[in-house]
């Protein structure tokens, strides 16, 4: 479309942020697990491109939208507000340092999370009838899924620049690891011949995380974090808030030994047998802290001998079976 002026141009741009911005509201939110999903989110990673028009139309769309919505009036200055605060300083960031979308869609997504996800934590009902959720952690995965994925995927095609295909595929595997451990984490624990043999599947992930090196390190712990701090939420269990902290610190230090182990001795038998040597004392040492009887450290070493070194290392010995994987796997490290 032709312009007549620049000024044209952006009253079009503001125009269309705008309407678009109060048309997505109307669009349920997509949640599932800890997948959260927020339409109009989008539009704020499009700014990046489009500008000054593309940010007075988010911030005058959202007034209006919760002024109609929701009409407390602390809600309808905070949210305009931290909209134009992280989109304004995204922008000057992009101005500055040559389009680097990438990091500015990360500027947006972590001021977000500060102001909106402290208003949330301390305002639940409103909150959660407004986004949804009511925590950090949902504000997070809300701004991280529709800004920093599908937002960012959408700056690069329509600015017509080449995806870093090592950063795509991080994202996507980073992404499958958080589902399907989250997912795992809330089965119960599977138990073959009784109580003689339980496993845990997401503990049958952790030896996978040696297949992509030092990013398998961050991946393994990142995600047992995810699945740790969404259970938390959807159970009440507040203790689990430290113990997602506890369990993710663990897992980095069992994955961190095997990978370094992995380096110098290409052995994934031996370095799945050292990550079940590490983590199990630490977690046998935090339980019984917390009051735990001994016994239950021979059923955490059996649950993570099976779990690890016999479920865990078979599928790892198949991916690293099939050439197709094995090279999508290399491209990612």
């Known amino acids: 479309m032709k312009f007549k002026d620049k000024k044209s141009k952006n009253i079009f741009i503001f125009i269309i942020f705008l309407l678009a911005y109060i048309l997505f509201m109307l669009i349920p939110n997509f949640n599932y697990s800890f997948i959260l999903f927020r339409p109009e989110a989008i539009l704020v990673a499009l700014t990046l491109i489009f500008g000054w028009p593309a940010i007075l139309g988010v911030v005058f769309g959202s007034f209006i939208d919760v002024s109609v919505y929701v009409g407390k009036i602390d809600f309808m200055m905070i949210l305009p507000l931290t909209l134009f605060v992280s989109m304004y300083l995204a922008h000057k960031f992009i101005l500055k340092f040559k389009s680097n979308y990438f990091v500015a869609t990360w500027i947006v997504t972590l001021i977000m999370t500060l102001i909106m996800g402290s208003y949330s934590y301390f305002n639940p009902p409103l909150s959660e009838t407004y986004f949804g959720i009511s925590s950090w ?6 701004s991280f899924i529709s800004i920093n994925v599908i937002g960012y995927l959408l700056i690069k095609y329509l600015t017509g620049k080449k995806i870093d295909k090592k950063i795509e595929k991080r994202i996507g595997i980073g992404i499958l690891f958080a589902i399907f451990y989250t997912l795992f984490y809330e089965l119960p624990t599977l138990e073959v011949f009784g109580y003689l043999v339980p496993i845990r599947l997401e503990a049958a992930l952790i030896p996978l995380s040696l297949l992509f090196g030092g990013f398998g390190v961050f991946l393994i712990s990142l995600s047992a974090f995810v699945a740790n701090i969404h259970y938390a939420l959807i159970s009440g269990y507040t203790s689990l808030y430290f113990f997602s902290i506890i369990n ?5 230090l069992g994955a961190s030994a095997g990978y370094l182990f ?17 983590i199990t004392p630490l977690f046998v040492l935090y339980w019984i802290l917390l009051g735990a009887d001994t016994n239950f450290s021979i059923t955490l070493l059996v649950e993570s001998l099976v779990s690890i070194n016999v479920v865990g290392y078979s599928i790892l010995l198949f991916l690293k079976s099939n050439k197709n994987l094995g090279r999508l796997i290399k491209s990612i490290k």
């Open 137 to 142: 952690f949902g504000v997070f995965m809300q």
């Open 248 to 252: 993710s610190i663990i897992f980095l």
């Open 262 to 278: 992995l380096k110098k001795r290409k052995n994934y038998f031996l370095a799945a047998l050292l990550i079940t040597i590490i």
